[in-house]
C-alpha cells in the first residue's frame, strides 16, 4: 500500500472512530459506520481488522463497556440507566457482556471498586 493510500485508510479509521464516539449511546449499525467514512460495509469491516484489531461491533461494545464501567465506579446510578444510556437495549444483555470482557457482573465491578477506594 503507497503511503498516499495508506493516509487515506488513517483518515477514514478516524472518521468512523470519531462517529461511534458522538453515537455511543445509538443503535448502530456497520452499514452507518461505513457511511461515516464513505465506504461499503465490507470495507469497513476490513479497515478495522487492519488497523484497530476488532470488528466495528466488537470495538462499539468495547467502547460502551468501557464507558459503562466509568460510570458504575464514578457514579450510584443503577445498573440498569447506566446500560441503557451506554446504548445496552437491557440490563441482562448488558450484565452479560459486561461480565465477559470484565470478569465479573456489573455490581461485583462496582463492589470491588468501591471497596478498593475505601481500603
Keep these: 500500500m503507497s503511503q498516499s493510500a495508506s493516509g487515506i485508510w488513517e483518515i477514514r479509521i478516524k472518521e468512523m ?3 461511534i464516539e458522538q453515537n455511543l449511546f445509538k443503535n448502530i449499525t456497520v452499514n452507518e459506520i461505513a457511511s461515516a467514512a464513505n465506504i461499503c460495509p465490507r470495507e ?3 479497515v478495522f481488522q487492519r488497523y484497530v484489531h476488532y470488528s466495528p461491533m466488537e470495538y462499539l461494545r468495547l467502547k460502551r463497556i ?5 460510570l458504575l465506579s464514578t457514579t450510584d446510578s443503577p445498573v440498569i440507566d447506566i446500560a441503557l444510556e451506554c446504548g445496552f437495549s437491557s440490563s441482562s444483555y448488558f450484565s452479560k457482556q459486561f ?14 471498586v468501591h471497596d478498593q477506594t475505601n481500603n
Design 66 to 70: 468501557l464507558m459503562a464501567a466509568e
Design 99 to 112: 461480565k465477559l470482557l470484565t470478569g465479573s457482573t456489573p455490581t461485583e465491578y462496582r463492589k470491588a
Design 44 to 46: 469497513c469491516q476490513r
Design 17 to 19: 472512530l470519531q462517529w
